[in-house]
Every structure is written in C-alpha cells, then in structure tokens.
C-alpha cells in the first residue's frame, strides 16, 4: 500500500471517529435535557413528594418509577391508619398537580395551627402553620398513565374519600362509551371518567371559589372515618350496639318498621359496601321495612317518609313502640360532627321523619339563644380561627337562619353551627364530661307526654348545666337535617381497582 493510500484511510477514520463522537455527544446532551425536563415535570406533578422514595438510576438499567403515597381508606384501616383526621376547604402548603398530592394537602394527621395574622388590603388575613407530616405513609411505584403520575386505589378507598369530605352527586352519565359522574364535596370537585378499554381515573380539583389566604373560617376542623363511613352505610352505633337501617321505601306502603336483631347479614342494602370496608355484618341489627296489615301492632306511630315509587313521592309507615325506642336510641347515638354527612338515605328518610316533630317545638327557642351565644364566646370562636370581622358581623344571624330554615346543603353553616354549640360548652366548663355521641333526649321524649309541651332552656347567657343534653342532642338533629344523601351503590359502576391520577 502506498503512502498516498495509508495516509487517506488514517484521515477517513479519524474523521469517522469524530463524527461518532459529536453525535454521541450531542445524544447524551438530548438524552440529559430531556431527562432534566422529564425530573422538572415530575417534581412539578409530585410537589414535596418528589423527594419521597427516591431510587438511584443507573445507565444500563432502566429509570425506577417514581414512588408516592399508598393511600387506603376504610372503615377497618381508618384513613392510612388515622381515625380522626383534620380537613380543610382548600389545600394548604405545597402541593404538585397531581390529584392525589392536592387531596393530601386538604386531609391531615392533626389539626393545623394559627401562625399568625397581616394586614391585606385593609383586612385581617390569617396564616397558617403547616404541620402535614404523612411520613408513616408506606410508599408504593407511582403508575404512570397518559403523562400522569397515578396511584392505586381500591373502590372502598374511593367511597370513604366521599363519604370524609362530604361529597353529593350531581352528573352521571353512562353508554357504550364508557361512564363518567360527577360528585362535588365541601373539599373541592370529585370526577370520575372510564372510557371503554381504559383504566377508570379519579381526579380531585380545589375549589376555586375561595382561597385559603382570605377564609373567615379557621384552616381545618376534624372529622372521623370510622362515623364517616356507618354514616355512609346507614348505621348508628354505641359501643357493642350497632343498628342498621333500611333503604328508601320502594312505593307509598303502608309500611311497618320491624326491628331484626342480628339481621344485617341478611340484607341487601349497604350489606356489601359494609363488608368491603372491613364490617363485621353479623354484629348489626336490622330495622326492616314490612307490608303493614291493619290487624298487626294497633298501638304504632304513623309517620311519612319519601318514597321511589312512580305515582306517588311518600310513603307511610307505622312505628310500634318497641321500634319508636329503637329510633330514640338511634337519635341519641347520633354521632357529633363538625361538618354535615354524605349519608345514608334510608336512615336520613326515618330518623326526620322521627323526629321533627320534637326539633320544631324547639326550633325557634334554639334559634334565639345564637345571638347572645356568640357574643359570650366571641373570644373562643376568634382563639379557634374564626375571624374577627365575621364573628362580630353575620356569624350569629347565618346560624339563626340555618337552624329556623329546617334544611339545606351548605357545610359552611353547619361549621358555624356546631362551633358556637362547643364554644358554649367550653365557656361552661363541661367540655370533658360531656359526651357529645350520646344523649338521652330523644329517649327521655317517648316518657314524657306528648301534651306537656317543650322544655324550656337557654343556649346564650343563662345557658345551664340541665341544658347541655338538650343543646347538643337538638345540634346533631340539625347537622342531620343539613346533611347530603349519598348513593352506597355507585361503587356498582367502578372497577375493583381505580387509579387517582
């Protein structure tokens, strides 16, 4: 080979070799701005769980999966293992896009803290303390469906979701296609979207009509599962004792209510979403729905309750006495709570239809003693987070209105409510001997004559120790009256596995 030759190969592979490695070069430079793009959109979908789990990455393997949160709620798990969580209206702190991350900034292990209060635009505006430690949260691979960082869930997780931020359906629409639903909560916006051939997605959207920065209410207020979801299945329980209701009445009757013990295993009804939430069926009585005869239980209680049937919207029902007690027991076992039920329609339907006849001779009295309640707590209901302005403005008046219009769907009213009822107890000194899930008022109505008329008592200034069973019994009638009915069968449209995008 000639010089010539020699010379002209060594030159076409050095150039060859140059080549490569400006292509290699300019690959990796791709390949680690399209890394460093792909880490900024998952730590923009993750928010302060992007560092969470994080796995080392090596070059001949492949990039591990982002981990998050496994969230599970049911009745047998509690809320990843809390009962009593603390919720807000609109999330606080740092929270990434993903549906999932902001529905964790809105649910808390415990209460948030008043930081402290500025000046905005001529107004007092609270900061709060964000104290969100979800640390004890085991972490799973996160799924990664259409660009979106998903985590599993179980539809039992997704009832209890509804059931704890209090959510009510309002669209529902199902085809060929697929299905699709709606369920706004006091929380923020629930939607649920399953395309044929496709997983089914859950997403969770804030509000977007109020802000966190400019609330008059304070940041969160608890609530707890395990009542969420007995609530949710149409179950009142005290201890050991636990009875179930039945479902809305399917024509206008007449109907006898008949009390089953240990019969909730044999129904139909919640029976199955009670099981998936890790009930124990066999431990409930039944109240059971049956074809009235004129010649049965003479001495009985007729009442009107709604009805499905297509000519008529009530139904009657006779009570005997043994089941009148069954439903006082009921209404005093009703549990305390902060923020209206996502409840059972059945046990919504019976226990009004029970007791507001008593509530209404009490109605106006209660009323009245608001005014006056919220002057003596003013400095407990500012100390909880409630702003000044509101406190000394509509804060009494929008809870007279609440309690006089005898329902509604705003959970806002019901917190204002129920916080001026605890504020009393506090100023009375009885908070802790006080217990707020059992009365004996209901029960004490059924001995007492139906002609003897209401029982006086005060709720502002002149509020007494004998009126502290009145008061909270005649508050969790309210909250129940307030409260929103939640179909227990939707989970029928779902799959077993959901991802929460």
């Not at 807000?88 to 993903?98: A, D, M």
């Not at 930081?115 to 709060?128: A, I, L, N, P, Y």
Request: hydrophobic content about 40%; some cysteine; overall charge neutral.
């Amino acid at each position: 080979m000639s010089p010539s030759s020699t010379s002209t190969t060594v030159l076409n592979a050095a150039l060859s070799a140059v080549a490569i490695a400006t292509m290699l070069q300019h690959m990796m430079r791709e390949m680690s701005d399209t890394k460093e793009v792909e880490a900024q959109n998952t730590t923009k979908q993750l928010g302060r769980w992007s560092s969470a789990g994080r796995k080392a990455i090596y070059l001949w393997r492949q990039p591990s999966p982002p981990l998050g949160p496994q969230v599970t709620a049911r009745l047998a798990d509690k809320f990843c293992g809390i009962n009593e969580v603390h919720l807000s209206r609109v999330p606080h702190g740092e929270t990434g896009t993903t549906c999932w991350s902001i529905l964790l900034g809105t649910i808390y292990p415990r209460a948030l803290s008043i930081d402290f209060s500025e000046m905005v635009q001529g107004k007092v505006v609270t900061r709060t303390n964000v104290s969100n430690d979800w640390s004890q949260i085991h972490l799973v691979a996160l799924v990664n469906h259409e660009s979106q960082l998903c985590v599993k869930i179980s539809r039992a997780t997704l009832m209890t979701l509804f059931a704890l931020t209090n959510a009510r359906p309002i669209y529902r629409y199902s085809s060929a296609a697929g299905h699709r639903s709606a369920y706004p909560s006091y929380c923020g916006q629930w939607t649920i979207s399953w395309p044929i051939g496709k997983p089914c997605v859950v997403r969770f959207a804030p509000h977007d009509s109020h802000s966190a920065a400019t609330d008059v209410y304070p940041p969160s207020f608890p609530a707890r599962v395990d009542k969420c979801v007995e609530m949710m299945a149409g179950i009142i329980s005290d201890g050991a004792w636990k009875v179930a209701f039945p479902g809305r009445a399917k024509h206008a009757g007449p109907w006898l209510l008949q009390e089953r013990p240990k019969g909730f295993g044999g129904a139909h009804g919640t029976r199955h979403l009670y099981n998936m939430q890790g009930g124990k069926v066999f431990e409930v009585d039944l109240l059971a729905l049956v074809p009235w005869t004129s010649n049965e239980h003479e001495n009985t209680v007729k009442l009107e309750i709604p009805a499905l049937g297509e000519t008529t919207n009530h139904a009657v029902l006779y009570v005997p006495k043994h089941e009148a007690q069954v439903l006082a027991k009921a209404l005093d076992c009703l549990p305390w709570s902060s923020l209206s039920w996502s409840l059972h329609r059945g046990l919504k339907d019976v226990l009004l239809a029970h007791g507001k006849p008593v509530m209404n001779q009490y109605r106006v009295q209660l009323a009245s003693g608001f005014q006056a309640g919220v002057s003596a707590s003013r400095a407990a209901l500012i100390e909880r987070g409630w702003a000044s302005e509101f406190v000394d403005g509509p804060m009494a008046s929008m809870a007279e209105s609440a309690i006089l219009s005898g329902s509604g769907n705003s959970g806002d009213v019901v917190r204002i409510v129920v916080a001026i009822v605890e504020c009393l107890l506090q100023r009375a000194g009885v908070v802790d001997e006080v217990n707020l899930d059992r009365t004996d008022f209901w029960s004490r109505q059924l001995e007492t004559s139906s002609n003897s008329g209401p029982v006086a008592f005060f709720a502002g200034e002149q509020f007494r120790a004998a009126d502290m069973d009145i008061l909270v019994a005649l508050t969790k009638f309210f909250v129940l009256e307030w409260s929103q009915e939640l179909d227990y069968l939707l989970y029928h449209d779902l799959p077993v596995e959901i991802l929460l995008a």
